[in-house]
């Protein structure tokens, strides 16, 4: 049986190479090119590998490179510093013999954490090492919806993110880029543990049913964190552009908390305490949309 980490690094090569041009790297681009992106021999050669080793690796055979060889991938491919250290983590984990059983126990929400929630007079939840929604905080379900109405399996950035809604619907600007950071978060999860359910389970679904997600997933962009700026649009307040942020629990490797705030003294600050207040009468919340009215799902 091909090691798992194994097959991660050959398709983590492979998306790599194939993102590149000659011109990229100071090579010429020479006759018709039957392949998008390097081919093979190109990157063995920037690389100053055997064009044979290097394929032996991207085809998920059992190679056990030296940092040297990897730094030297990394340098032909031109590897940001998150993928540098994505390419570390599966190879080094190739050395390793696989375990016949990895002992997994289930992610908690440490008491103090919860506390913190919902103290926090800002939308916050925890968010497991897969995605899994673990917690959240008033204010979180007033900006997002409320999550009781999902099954606990069901509470999944990713599945939320994917789940039942059309292609045609995701015309939010910003969407393909939050479900692009959240994919690099998932990536960096299964190169810890790829044999993982959980993972093997949302990204098995995922794949058979979503050609979109199969799309962004076969970029193999890797994430340890997430930061940006989301524009929500709540009936009866308007518009709020917030920033988010991740921090990781301490002691708990794995799950993160996930923070929307809104600049101090800003429109959106206030009109995130209109919300609260709003939240604060309301039994249910109003539905939550995206800036162009496509339904947001918790995220």
Not at 103 to 118: A, D, S
Not at 141 to 164: I, Q, T, V, W, Y
Request: charged fraction near 25%; proline fraction near 8%.
């Amino acid at each position: 049986m091909a090691h798992p980490y194994a097959r991660e690094l050959g398709d983590f090569l492979r998306a790599r190479r194939g993102r590149l041009h000659p011109g990229d790297v100071g090579l010429e681009p020479g006759g018709r090119r039957k392949v998008t992106g390097l081919r093979r021999e190109e990157v063995a050669l920037l690389a100053g590998l055997s064009t044979d080793y290097y394929q032996r690796m991207e085809q998920g055979r059992e190679v056990r490179p030296s940092d040297g060889v990897l730094d030297a991938l990394a340098d032909a491919l031109v590897l940001d510093d998150e993928e540098r250290q994505h390419l570390f983590t599966l190879a080094h984990a190739v050395r390793r013999p696989v375990l016949a059983r990895v002992e997994r126990g289930l992610e908690q929400v440490p008491e103090n954490t919860r506390r913190l929630l919902r103290v926090l007079d800002t939308p916050a939840v925890v968010l497991g090492r897969h995605l899994d929604l673990l917690a959240w905080n008033p204010m979180a379900e007033a900006l997002l919806g409320s999550p009781a109405g999902h099954p606990s399996h069901r509470l999944n950035m990713l599945l939320l993110m994917f789940d039942d809604t059309p292609t045609g619907e995701r015309s939010c600007p910003d969407w393909e880029r939050q479900a692009l950071d959240y994919i690099g978060m998932m990536r960096t999860a299964v190169a810890a543990d790829p044999t993982h359910p959980r993972a093997t389970a949302v990204v098995g679904e995922l794949s058979i049913r979503s050609a979109e997600f199969r799309r962004l997933w076969a970029r193999h962009d890797v994430g340890t964190s997430v930061s940006g700026t989301k524009t929500f649009h709540v009936p009866g307040v308007g518009d709020i552009v917030l920033d988010w942020d991740t921090y990781p629990l301490p002691g708990t490797p794995g799950p993160v908390m996930l923070v929307w705030t809104a600049e101090p003294g800003s429109v959106d600050a206030d009109r995130l305490h209109l919300l609260a207040s709003l939240h604060a009468t309301r039994s249910t919340p109003a539905d939550r949309r995206c800036s162009n009215g496509t339904p947001d799902a918790p995220r």
